[in-house]
């Protein structure tokens, strides 16, 4: 029987919401060589997929983090699947932006977050975290809890992994780096020789490629 770790790498890898090109890499925006390029928020394309990813963040949060009172999607890729879990829990929702709007109300996060509010953060996809732990810190200055986050999809640098520790976040992903290159072998997307590539990128992605 497949984990739920499995048949997430499954899905994403069928949509090409993630893509493996070891021989032909991607330019991130930071500036890295890449060997993968995930894209979640095609899964908002397929509505088998988007809603299969809504009722196991859903599940997650209930069995994980059941004392949460709202839910916040990080700008801008988690904002739709964010919204969409809140809904079918009956939450309240907001999002986080990355920088405050630079007119209007200068808003950070956008909705009507509660001051004491248990809050689970819901993102798209988890690389260095720098991202995520900045909308962690959004919401605990406006006075909140962050009791969890819970992703898609998680790349599984030791960077990020230690930053989530040291800011005391309960952290869950629906699959990650290591499952989709197993799931990628086992349907042949890649062979065994790209295995030791790809391994290598994810040991040091700031490097990689140069």
């Not at 798209?124 to 909308?135: C, M, Q």
């Not at 962050?146 to 520790?165: D, K, L, Q, S, T």
Request: proline share 4%.
């Amino acid at each position: 029987m497949k984990t739920l770790e499995q048949i997430m790498a499954l899905k994403l890898l069928k949509i090409h919401a993630i893509k493996l090109q070891p021989a032909n890499p991607f330019t991130w925006a930071s500036g890295w060589k890449s060997p993968i390029y995930c894209d979640n928020r095609k899964t908002l394309s397929y509505p088998v997929v988007r809603s299969f990813i809504k009722v196991e963040l859903a599940r997650i949060i209930m069995e994980r983090f059941d004392s949460v009172t709202s839910i916040a999607g990080v700008a801008t890729g988690a904002i739709a699947q964010g919204a969409l879990v809140a809904d079918l829990l009956n939450l309240p929702f907001v999002y986080v932006r990355s920088a405050p709007k630079d007119h209007g109300l200068e808003n950070l996060i956008e909705g009507d977050l509660k001051p004491g509010a248990k809050v689970v953060v819901i993102e798209d996809l988890i690389s260095t975290a720098k991202s995520s732990l900045k909308a962690v810190d959004a919401i605990r200055a406006a006075g909140c809890d962050v009791i969890g986050m819970v992703a898609i999809f998680n790349y599984g640098f030791p960077v990020a992994e230690a930053a989530i520790r040291d800011a005391k976040v309960d952290f869950v992903s629906l699959s990650n780096y290591d499952t989709v290159l197993d799931e990628a072998l086992r349907i042949d997307y890649i062979d065994q020789a790209d295995i030791r590539t790809l391994q290598q990128w994810r040991h040091n992605p700031e490097t990689w490629g140069r």
